[in-house]
């Protein structure tokens, strides 16, 4: 689903220990595939656009695996090759608020010298009105520690953000009130896809990095398709013919939305928020995920 990612946390700490970067979610080339995300007439959304259709977007809970494959690399000190796996699990509600717990394990062979190993996990809790988001994360590099970090965000009554920071270290930040979690991030794009808009710029928060900084992300949304799926995990009663859509996220450092996106994100998604078709785009390589399995977990209702 969700937050590639789901999730969709950065790897600034890989590329400091001489790995390429491997993040947690949910994506892509920018889409020179079928179904393409660029627009065509450009409908642009807003926040304030959208938040009366924000609250009704319901999410289902899930598990979901996705292999992951060297799909594209470019230059000499690009990968060989790359195979992992995402494994993501999610649920909750907009009443009891949103779990995820996610883990990646990838196995990249440099141009030179031996396979590395990254293994990747997180696990959040985001309020189902958007207004904490509490977060740990540890990446490890051949079996070695090299990256924790632990806090919680919490939104003030007029809308700014404070976050409190365990780890790496103890730190208090604050943020101002346009900035939005990652899950309320999914459920804008899908409110901003049913309303047949092409583009969406927000401003996240998801703990990711050290835990003390924000992305602009730009997220152009492609034509809805609710065509058969080649992945069997996929071909199940609920999905048959259930909507999605091409998604592509470009990630950005705050500010600097005129230089080169940090990563970027593509899939499609479902209107449940389900994800298939991932990839994700470091700029000197790409990763393909593909879903192999499904598992739908029950989610209680909820009379908000």
Excluded at 73 to 92: E, L, N, Q, Y
Excluded at 96 to 124: C, K, W
Excluded at 170 to 191: M, Q, S, W
Excluded at 249 to 277: C, Q
Aim: charged content about 25%; glycine content about 8%.
């Amino acid at each position: 689903m969700v937050r590639f990612p789901l999730r969709v946390a950065a790897g600034a700490a890989m590329r400091r220990a001489g790995l390429w970067a491997v993040i947690a979610v949910s994506a892509a080339v920018s889409f020179d595939r079928a179904g393409a995300a660029a627009p065509i007439g450009v409908l642009q959304a807003t926040p304030a656009s959208l938040e009366g259709v924000v609250d009704t977007i319901p999410l289902a809970s899930h598990r979901a695996v996705y292999d992951l494959t060297l799909l594209k690399a470019v230059g000499t000190k690009s990968p060989t090759g790359a195979r992992g796996r995402i494994a993501f699990d999610f649920s909750g509600s907009a009443c009891d608020g949103y779990v995820q717990n996610f883990r990646q394990l990838t196995e990249l062979q440099p141009a030179e010298g031996p396979t590395r190993i990254s293994d990747m996990h997180s696990a959040t809790f985001e309020d189902g009105n958007g207004k904490s988001f509490s977060f740990k994360m540890e990446t490890t590099v051949d079996e070695e520690q090299s990256d924790q970090v632990d806090g919680r965000a919490d939104r003030r009554s007029r809308g700014a953000i404070d976050v409190n920071l365990v780890k790496p270290k103890a730190e208090e930040i604050a943020f101002g009130r346009d900035v939005i979690f990652p899950t309320e991030h999914i459920k804008y794009i899908l409110a901003a896809a049913k309303a047949g808009e092409n583009t969406l710029e927000v401003r996240v928060y998801d703990g990711s990095d050290s835990g003390d900084k924000i992305y602009d992300t730009t997220t152009f949304i492609g034509r809805p398709t609710d065509a058969p799926v080649p992945e069997a995990a996929a071909q199940i009663p609920l999905l048959e013919h259930m909507r999605r859509w091409p998604v592509t996220i470009s990630y950005f450092d705050d500010g600097r939305k005129d230089e080169a996106p940090n990563y970027t994100l593509a899939f499609d998604l479902y209107e449940n928020g389900i994800s298939r078709a991932l990839r994700l785009d470091y700029g000197d390589f790409v990763l393909a995920g593909e879903l192999t399995s499904l598992q739908l977990l029950p989610t209680p209702p909820c009379t908000k």
